[in-house]
């Protein structure tokens, strides 16, 4: 295979990623990190490196949007990124000296755990009564809805925090934004509404990326020929599936993306089994 078809290979498949991620909410990066070791047999250290990069432009590009127009809880999200940071950091740091075998198999299971919270229940009340602590901090807020807008606070706030944590060390191991972890963390135990902590999540985690992108760029493990078509794919997909989204029903994107992505997960884990990376 010549340089110039891997790269348009990669950058139709990068392209795919983000308009996946984009239509579900879990980010180009579940996609792209298979892609490239499953089909092009890349090391998955440099896949990671490249999904990092991927992910800080489409956090980019998407959270300006989301800040806008006011439904970002700007405050909470720098406050939390003081988990995620430490965690990133911290897993990049990991992934550097585990082998990559162990990385594949782990991948797998988050990925299997990011398709399970697609399909849960989401929250969409506010919680009229919050902890003593949100109040401290002044993470309390409101967002805007047709309706007008609607204040919420927050609770259970040190384990939101520890939660965080533990989704920047597996943001900065595999390379993801780990959106389903720092979704769970809002939303099912500090009580955010959907919303809310969907778009602070796409606002976290380009910064939660940039600190672990750090560690795999000093180690050699960002490769230009694929991080560059990498980015722009997932760029033009994350793009284009901000258009489609309105006019597609994405309960039933959802529940196609999950049984794909459960293929992907069960052949990572197999393959990372068998000693295949």
Do not use: W
């Amino acid at each position: 295979m010549t340089i110039l078809t891997f790269t348009l290979i990669l950058l139709a498949g990068a392209y795919l990623a983000g308009l996946v991620g984009s239509l579900t909410g879990l980010g180009g990066g579940v996609v792209v990190i298979p892609l490239l070791t499953l089909v092009f047999h890349v090391d998955i250290r440099y896949a990671i490196g490249a999904a990092l990069l991927a992910s800080i432009a489409n956090s980019s590009g998407a959270a300006s949007a989301y800040v806008k127009e006011g439904i970002t809880n700007i405050r909470l999200g720098m406050f939390l990124e003081i988990a995620t940071t430490v965690g990133a950091v911290g897993g990049a740091v990991i992934a550097v000296y585990t082998p990559t075998n162990t990385i594949a198999i782990l991948f797998g299971v988050i990925l299997l755990f990011s398709a399970a919270m697609t399909i849960r229940k989401k929250n969409e009340e506010a919680l009229v009564n919050g902890s003593a602590l949100s109040f401290k901090l002044k993470l309390n807020n409101s967002y805007p809805t047709k309706e007008g807008k609607v204040s919420y606070q927050l609770k259970n706030v040190g384990a939101g925090f520890s939660i965080m944590a533990l989704a920047g060390v597996m943001s900065g191991l595999l390379g993801i934004g780990s959106g389903a972890l720092k979704v769970l963390a809002m939303d099912s135990t500090m009580h955010i509404p959907f919303k809310v902590s969907t778009t602070t999540s796409n606002f976290m985690i380009g910064v939660t990326a940039a600190a672990s992108a750090v560690v795999y760029l000093q180690r050699g493990y960002m490769d230009p020929g694929i991080a560059f078509p990498v980015v722009l794919g997932v760029l033009g997909g994350a793009f284009t599936g901000s258009k489609l989204l309105s006019r597609l029903d994405p309960k039933v994107l959802k529940y196609i993306f999950c049984l794909a992505i459960s293929f992907v997960a069960a052949e990572m884990i197999y393959n990372g089994y068998n000693h295949q990376f």
